[in-house]
């Protein structure tokens, strides 16, 4: 029994890649994005060279990569 | 669900993509939703942080070309025969390697090492997701899709839970194998 006030995991709902968003991406169809805390940091077709250049300008803090689906596919 | 097993719940992201009006008409949306788990690759000390795509329409777990190749994975140097995949509109020669996985959750990390993944031995199309299929991402977690839970029918969210053994597998096959067998009734 959930007590009241306290979330369940449906309600936790993660908002660690809340810039994962259809507005924030929505120019880089069929690309790799790299975010840090929400910001583009680089975008590409070559994944090697997105890698790096995100990984220079944020030697501290990792930055996530996304692909960014490019057409309707049947995954 | 039982107590003390690590769980996390995600909103599903919508697909960039503007649906040509005669297919939102339809399919009766214009929204894709992909359910992506947020997780850190580690491979001999490179580390890759990205969204896995949860494909439940995947026998095994998959690592594109290209993010094999930001691990410093090489396919022509791991261990044994490449053998086929059945791809998108052809086949794929693939070999195996285990690659450390952490998912992340806002309520707590879980490390998954030495997870399998088919890594395809030539370079296929960029722009692929990482994917978590069913061998043994699956058999590892209890996954719900909770589409139309929330206020807006578009979005929903999803959750996946630690499967928690409660009785060793072992029982079931003894008690089958020595099951008295069936009296007929005539």
């Known amino acids: 029994m959930t007590k009241k006030g306290a979330e369940t995991p449906e309600e936790a709902a993660e908002p660690v890649f809340a810039e994962m968003s259809s507005e924030n991406l929505a120019g880089y169809a069929g690309e790799w994005v790299a975010f840090v805390d929400g910001t583009i940091l680089a975008h590409g077709l070559s994944l090697r060279e997105v890698y790096e250049r995100a990984n220079k300008s944020s030697p501290t803090e990792p930055p996530t990569f996304y692909p960014v ?6 995954y | 669900m039982a107590s003390g097993a690590w769980s996390a719940s995600y909103q599903f992201r919508r697909a960039p993509r503007n649906f040509p009006a005669d297919a939102a008409a ?12 947020p997780v850190k690759l580690t491979f001999l000390g490179s580390a890759f942080d990205t969204g896995a795509l ?3 329409g995947a026998d095994f777990c998959v690592l594109p070309y290209e993010v094999a190749e930001v691990l410093n994975v090489s396919p022509a140097s791991l261990g044994g025969q490449p053998f086929p995949m059945a791809g998108v509109g052809k086949d794929v020669m693939v070999k195996v390697t285990n690659i450390d996985v952490t998912v992340k959750s806002r309520t707590g990390n879980k490390e998954i090492p030495m997870l399998p993944f088919l890594i395809p031995v030539e370079p296929q199309p960029p722009g692929r997701f990482v994917l978590l299929g ?13 589409l139309g839970y929330t206020n807006d029918p578009e979005l929903g969210k999803w959750s996946l839970t630690e ?5 060793p597998s072992y029982r079931y096959r003894k008690g089958r194998a020595l099951a008295a067998p069936a009296r007929g009734r005539r």
Do not use: C, E, Y
């Open chain 1, 69 to 74: 689906p490019s057409q309707v596919a049947g």
């Open chain 2, 26 to 37: 339809a399919l009766g949306t214009n929204q894709v939703l992909l359910p992506i788990v």
């Open chain 2, 54 to 56: 949860l494909d439940t």
């Open chain 2, 134 to 146: 069913r061998h043994p991402f699956l058999s590892m977690f209890d996954v719900r899709f909770r």
């Open chain 2, 163 to 167: 499967v928690t053994k409660h009785h």
